[in-house]
């Protein structure tokens, strides 16, 4: 049986009198690849804000291989990368240097042999030398992400992982994405790209107002939109999701009776992984 890579408990997150994520919970196996979708202000950022240690939680509790990402915050976060949506590079430093950076920090041994590796693979070797203030968007995107690949994270994090780049580099980043999960790591995505999450993903987390209003495998909610005689496409499925659903913007979670209202905790199944296609979902436990 596959051990949750990441596990997510009752997990609120205030802001002053905003609640912006509220009791949500669930778990990532490995070979996964999870995408978040939802509305601007959802909760997707938020949530990987916190499993990322970026800012702790109001309540609940979550854990990246079993290690809790508050209680013992380095040990987690040398088991997961997170790269943001406009991932901010040192100026002063190298493409290189960002590289070894990484590796120091992530205890990488032989790191320089992977290091170019990850030149290699994202067109980067010609830029080796250049500053992080010289760079163009869509190579500050490429340097975040294989810096966050050179230590093997377990859980790869990425917040609309595709501005910015030319179409051999989405290539490229689809490709990669699809061999981590081959190999056993858990990946989640969030995007308003649904193109990418019909092409990558194999379950769906679908955020609404702090809640998750749908969890489960991709073909799990295509199947139930077609059953309604809707065209199955995941854009459909979005919108029929969080449009169809009434959907009160929730309280400040402050008794039991709150969460009891909420939706029951997801669980997803293991999906079998392949290197070069989106692996197929299996039905909710």
Same mark, same amino acid.
């Given at each position: 049986?596959?051990v *949750?890579?990441? &596990?997510?408990? %009752? ?7 905003h609640?912006?994520v509220n ?7 490995p ?8 509305p601007?202000g959802?909760?997707?950022t938020?949530?990987m &804000?916190a499993?990322a %240690?970026? #800012? ?7 854990t990246?291989d ?7 915050s380095?040990? *987690? ?7 943001? $949506?406009?991932?901010n ?7 290189w240097? #960002?590289? @070894?950076?990484a590796?120091?920090?992530y ?10 590796k ?8 010609d &830029? =080796? ?5 010289e760079?163009?968007r869509?190579?500050r995107?490429?340097v975040?992400?294989?810096s ?5 994270? =377990?859980?790869l994090?990425? $917040?609309?992982?595709?501005?910015g780049?030319?179409?051999r580099?989405?290539?490229?980043i689809k490709?990669t ?6 190999? %056993? *790591? ?5 995007? #308003?790209?649904?193109a ?10 679908i955020?609404q107002?702090?809640q998750?209003i749908?969890?489960?495998?991709v @073909?799990?909610? +295509?199947?139930?939109?077609?059953a @309604?005689?809707? $065209?199955s496409?995941?854009?459909e499925?979005?919108? =029929? ?6 959907a ?5 979670p402050?008794d039991?009776?709150?969460t009891? +209202?909420?939706?029951?905790?997801? #669980?997803f ?11 197929e *979902?299996g039905?909710?436990?």
């Open positions: 049986m596959l *949750a890579v990441l &596990k997510v408990t %009752g997990f609120s997150k205030v802001y002053d009198q609640v912006a009791n949500v919970t669930f778990e990532v196996l070979g996964q690849i999870v995408g978040m979708l939802g601007n959802a909760g997707k938020t949530t &804000k499993i %240690g970026v #800012h702790p939680p109001t309540a609940g509790t979550i990246v079993g290690i809790d990402v508050v209680a013992r380095s040990e *987690a976060k040398r088991r997961l990368a997170y790269i943001p $949506d406009d991932p590079l040192f100026e002063a430093l190298s493409v240097e #960002h590289l @070894e950076l590796a120091a920090l205890r990488v041994p032989d790191w320089k042999t992977e290091a170019e990850c030149l290699t693979l994202f067109e980067l070797t &830029k =080796r030398d250049a500053l992080g203030n760079l163009s869509g190579m995107q490429k975040a992400i294989a966050g690949l050179l230590y093997s994270p =377990r859980l994090m990425l $917040d609309e992982p595709l501005t780049l030319d179409p580099g989405i290539r490229t490709k994405l699809l061999d981590r999960a081959a190999a %056993g *790591a858990a990946v989640m995505i969030s995007s #308003h790209l649904l990418l999450v019909e092409d990558l993903c194999t379950h769906l987390l955020y107002k702090g998750i749908f969890a489960g495998p @073909e799990q909610a +295509r199947a139930a939109v077609a @309604e005689g809707l $065209d496409s995941l854009e499925v979005f919108f =029929r999701v969080t449009e169809g659903i009434a009160a913007a929730p309280a400040k402050t039991d009776s709150a009891d +209202r909420l939706p029951p905790a997801p #669980h199944p293991p999906a079998p992984p392949a290197p070069s296609t989106p692996p *979902a039905p909710l436990a």
